[in-house]
């Protein structure tokens, strides 16, 4: 299976965190290739000016699609195919998340950075429906700097 990589510093000027989720960085199902594919890694962190605060990320189940710039995902293999999932990134107008579907969430201090990698067999994935996929939001109470994330792919 081809691997890409993902993040939101690929394309568009990052949005600011609010008390409202702000989704980073998308991955769905293309309308044209309707790809499966396996979400095996998260990495995030804020690149603002150090604090001590908290904030929240969270990885949800998206089914339609909201304003924001096209992240072309890069393969992790050069001599791979261009991949099938689209990628979205810095979203001024939020899609739509699926009500309770999160399958990852963690309170973060500002300060710190996080990667998470799937054990073999429990990727995440995103079905081959049009539009279908998960996107990587982020809230803080009183942070308003910007954040990066990336995810890592199979399909």
């Known amino acids: ?10 394309a568009g000027t990052q949005q600011a965190i609010s008390t409202a989720y702000k989704t980073l960085l998308a991955l769905t199902a ?6 499966s ?3 095996n890694e998260l990495a995030v962190g804020t690149d603002g000016t150090p604090g001590d605060t908290v904030v929240i990320y969270d990885l949800s189940r998206q ?3 909201g304003t924001s710039t096209a992240v072309t995902p890069t393969a992790v293999n050069g ?23 999160s399958v990852w969430t963690m309170a973060i201090n500002q300060r710190a950075s996080f990667r998470w990698v799937a054990v073999p067999g429990c990727e995440l994935i995103i079905p081959a429906t ?24 199979t399909e």
């Open 37 to 39: 594919a396996e979400v």
């Open 130 to 153: 049009n539009l279908a996929g998960f996107a990587l939001r982020a809230k803080a109470a009183s942070y308003t700097g910007t954040a990066v994330a990336d995810m890592g792919f």
């Open 63 to 65: 089914t339609a699609a």
């Open 30 to 35: 293309a309308t044209a290739t309707l790809t």
């Open 1 to 10: 299976m081809p691997a890409y990589k993902a993040n939101n510093l690929l």
């Open 79 to 101: 001599a791979k195919r261009a991949a099938g999932t689209v990628g979205s990134a810095n979203f001024t107008a939020e899609g739509t998340i699926t009500a309770t579907s």
